[in-house]
């Protein structure tokens, strides 16, 4: 089995918003809370991530993490990419311990998705 492992060292100022923070190959960035909304299921919510800034040529490949002060560990969903494009994608996210998206809505204001593209 090969195994493929990144290590990003990223220097974030304060100023939180979709914005490209590598040069070259990836591009990243940290999304704004108020991204988050609710889906049309009652346990789950959902990010559109906007990543045009980059200017990818082609859907890259994303990956995704989340820090927070309420909740965040109790995630899942949050390395699950949906409908990935040269200009963002979505993720889908609920909690494990049965949060229902009113809750989930309270929390994710204290949540911040990091996300980077990688053009292949």
Same mark, same amino acid.
């Given at each position: 089995?090969n195994?493929?492992?990144?290590? +990003?060292?990223? !220097? @974030?100022?304060?100023?939180?918003?979709?914005?490209?923070? +590598?040069?070259?190959?990836?591009?990243?960035?940290?999304? &704004?809370?108020?991204?988050?909304?609710?889906?049309?299921?009652?346990d *789950? @919510?959902?990010?559109?991530?906007?990543?045009?800034s980059?200017? +990818?040529?082609?859907p &890259?490949l994303?990956f995704t993490? @989340?820090?927070?002060?309420?909740?965040?560990?109790?995630?899942?969903?949050?390395? $699950?990419?949906?409908?990935?494009t040269n200009?963002?994608?979505?993720?889908?996210?609920?909690?494990?311990?049965? $949060?229902?998206a009113? !809750?989930?809505?309270?929390?994710?204001?204290?949540?911040?998705l990091?996300?980077?593209?990688?053009? *292949?």
């Amino acid at each position: 089995m090969n195994f493929l492992v990144l290590v +990003f060292f990223v !220097t @974030i100022s304060t100023t939180i918003s979709d914005r490209n923070i +590598f040069s070259g190959g990836a591009c990243g960035g940290i999304s &704004p809370v108020t991204r988050w909304m609710r889906t049309e299921r009652n346990d *789950s @919510i959902r990010m559109n991530v906007d990543t045009s800034s980059c200017q +990818f040529e082609n859907p &890259p490949l994303y990956f995704t993490s @989340i820090t927070g002060g309420v909740g965040h560990y109790l995630l899942t969903g949050i390395n $699950a990419i949906y409908e990935a494009t040269n200009y963002g994608f979505i993720i889908n996210v609920r909690s494990i311990d049965g $949060a229902n998206a009113n !809750t989930l809505m309270e929390r994710s204001a204290q949540w911040k998705l990091q996300w980077v593209g990688l053009q *292949s």
